[in-house]
């Protein structure tokens, strides 16, 4: 009896165990294949990283000059803008390699699969990868690239004018701000993930102030874009946006839509040291301070 008992004790340990691990397999192979199946990540990080990194330009610029007189006119102004940029963004690569970050984002793409792994099971995986490969998921995958070669840099730009206000809407764009239209636009970029995360991105670099005037930030960001959304409103058939609604109202659409917005801008290639994360932080701040006592004093030249 104590032999079968010895005997079997293995296999019952396999039995228990093997099952989990398998499952936990197959939950991590489905969330890669619906990140390979939507595709375009790497790219699209770069994207809204860029425009991150770009929001904040028109806010340092406007810090480190004084007066009225410090404004697009100015003689210096071009100058100092072009020092910001390529400081800045030297900067930024800078911190993401000290902490072990590839800066192109190489890492992304794994990254996003392990945190879709956490946050749905497989029944939900499967869902979402039936629907990207439906013909409305592919359409809307398909355009979405098509917005973000515009969409965020209309986003950077109503930003400077609301938090900086150095420039106004164009007639035109006037027009369009407040065209019965805009709301139309508005419910169609809502369509894509690409305005979510990009809605988490500007409040991360206008703060509350631009959390309660998104609407109108938003809406500056559509008449700027107006034209070009409206050319991808066209392709849109009443059965698409039928079936894209239908999933965006249920249950798994409602769950990814808020995960991608919240994940996106904040996933990691590996779980870092955070003793070490925060050393490299405070030395990040003090780099970025003596960089702006320089670009002061190129301002004041």
Do not use: C
């Amino acid at each position: 009896m104590r032999l079968h008992l010895r005997l079997l004790l293995p296999l019952l340990l396999i039995t228990l165990f093997f099952p989990v691990e398998t499952k936990a397999q197959e939950t991590a192979a489905l969330a890669l294949e619906l990140v390979q199946v939507k595709g375009g990540y790497i790219a699209k990080k770069r994207l809204l990283e860029e425009m991150r990194l770009r929001a904040y330009v028109p806010l340092m610029l406007k810090a480190v000059g004084k007066g009225p007189e410090w404004n697009p006119a100015h003689p210096r102004w071009q100058t100092v803008e072009s020092h910001i940029v390529k400081d800045w963004f030297a900067l930024n690569a800078e911190y993401a390699r000290s902490l072990g970050r590839d800066p192109d984002y190489h890492w992304f793409d794994a990254a996003l699969a392990r945190e879709y792994a956490r946050a749905f099971d497989t029944g939900e995986l499967r869902e979402l990868i039936a629907f990207y490969q439906a013909p409305a998921g592919r359409l809307l995958l398909e355009l979405e690239l098509e917005l973000l070669a515009f969409y965020p840099e209309s986003m950077v730009k109503a930003l400077a004018l609301a938090m900086v206000s150095n420039e106004t809407l164009s007639g035109r764009q006037q027009e369009l701000f407040r065209s019965p239209e805009s709301r139309a636009r508005r419910d169609f970029v809502t369509l894509f993930e690409t305005e979510a995360i990009i809605r988490q991105e500007s409040v991360r670099v206008g703060g509350s102030y631009v959390e309660a005037s998104y609407p109108t930030v938003q809406q500056g960001a559509l008449a700027i874009a107006a034209e070009r959304i409206d050319a991808l409103r066209a392709r849109f058939t009443a059965q698409v946006q039928q079936a894209l609604k239908a999933f965006l109202s249920g249950a798994t659409g409602r769950k990814e839509r808020a995960f991608v917005s919240a994940t996106v801008p904040v996933a990691l290639p590996a779980p870092e040291d955070p003793v070490a994360a925060m050393a490299q932080e405070t030395a990040f701040f003090k780099k970025l301070e003596a960089m702006t006592a320089q670009w002061r004093s190129l301002a004041a030249d």
